[in-house]
Structures are given as C-alpha cells and as structure tokens.
C-alpha cells in the first residue's frame, strides 16, 4: 500500500495567515474589554451591586480571549515552520536527485 503526503504550501500559508488574522482579532477584542471602565454608576444606583461581578466575569473573559489569542498566533507559527521543513526536505531531495543524476552522466 503506497501512501503519498502531498503539502500545498500556498494553502498552508494562507491558513497560517487567517490564524494570524485571528489572533489579531482576538488582541483587539481583548483590549475592548480591559478598556471598559465600570465605575460604580455604571448601571444607576438599583443595579451598582452588579459592578463587580461584571468586572469579574470581563476580567475572567478577557483572560481567555488572551489565552486564545496565543494558540492562534503559535498555530499560524507551527503551519509556517511545517511549510519552511518541507520545502527545505523537497529542497534536499532535488539537489541530491540532481547529484546522483550528475554522477550517473
């Protein structure tokens, strides 16, 4: 049974770029919500008791969308370094393919 792995490195290089475009997103969306400042009128005197644990749930939210944020950039990182290995193994092959075909006249 034959196998064949076949790498297309313009796709993978536009994943890595959509990650990156992602991970982009995901900084800014974080930076919204660290950039909310909710002072003890934010919600009129009835509901000023919801301050807090809103500022907790945000706090707790924009941890995560930060935590996402680094999967996404190290993801497009990793399918770069997967492209970059391939092309220098194919590379490798070419020049020793070229090398032998030398050698054999």
């Known amino acids: 049974m034959s196998v064949d792995i076949k790498v297309d490195a313009d796709i993978m ?19 919204a919500i660290q950039s909310i ?12 008791w919801m301050v807090p644990p809103v500022a907790v749930v945000s706090g707790a939210v924009a941890e995560h969308i930060n935590g996402a944020e680094g999967v996404l950039e190290r993801t497009g990182n990793a399918m770069r370094a997967v492209v970059r290995d391939f092309e220098g193994y194919e590379d490798a092959v070419a020049q ?9 006249g």
């Open 37 to 48: 400042n909710l002072g003890g009128g934010a919600f009129g005197l009835l509901c000023a």
């Open 96 to 104: 020793a393919a070229r090398s032998i075909e030398g050698r054999l």
């Open 13 to 31: 290089l536009q994943h890595a770029s959509r990650m990156q475009q992602l991970a982009q997103d995901a900084a800014e969306a974080a930076a």
